[in-house]
C-alpha cells in the first residue's frame, strides 16, 4: 500500500492486519528527509545520516514496534497476523465498517461517509487553500 498517512507503529499493525502485503509511507519518508535537510536530525556520533540511514532506521523501529504488537497477542509470524482482522471498529457507523472493514465487530457507532468526507476536505482545504 502507498499510503501517506502511515506513521506510527498501531497504522503498521492496522494496514497489516487488514491483509496489506507490503507499506510505502511515502509521507513519513519526506518529513525524515525534509527534516534531515533543515538540521532537526542528531545523530548519536559527530557523522551525519544520510536520507537512506534515517528511513532504514525508520523502518527497522516499525518493524520492532510491530513485532512488539503482535508479541503481545502471542503471534509470532506476519503471516499469522495478516489479514486476521482481529479488531473492534470504534467510532465508525456501521454503513461504513460494513463496506469497508467487512467482518469487524463494532459496538461503538460514531462517524458516517459523510463525516469522514468533511474531514478530508477539511484536511485538503488547509493542505491547499
Do not use: W
Request: net charge negative; charged share 25%.
Amino acid at each position: 500500500a502507498e499510503a501517506g498517512d502511515v506513521k506510527e507503529v498501531h497504522d503498521y499493525a492496522t494496514i497489516f492486519g487488514y491483509g496489506c502485503d507490503g507499506v510505502c509511507p511515502y509521507v513519513a519518508y519526506e518529513a525524515l528527509s525534509k527534516m534531515n535537510a533543515e538540521g532537526l536530525v542528531e545523530a548519536k556520533s559527530k557523522q551525519e545520516y544520510t536520507d537512506e540511514q534515517l528511513f532504514a532506521n525508520y523502518r527497522n523501529a516499525a518493524a520492532k514496534g510491530l513485532l512488539k504488537v503482535m508479541s503481545k497477542m502471542g503471534i509470532s509470524t506476519l503471516q499469522s497476523y495478516k489479514a486476521a482482522q482481529i479488531f473492534e471498529a470504534v467510532g465508525l457507523a456501521d454503513e461504513v465498517v460494513d463496506r469497508c472493514f467487512t467482518g469487524t465487530t463494532t459496538r461503538i457507532q460514531g462517524s458516517d461517509f459523510e463525516a469522514l468526507y468533511r474531514d478530508l476536505d477539511r484536511f485538503h482545504d488547509s493542505a491547499y487553500p
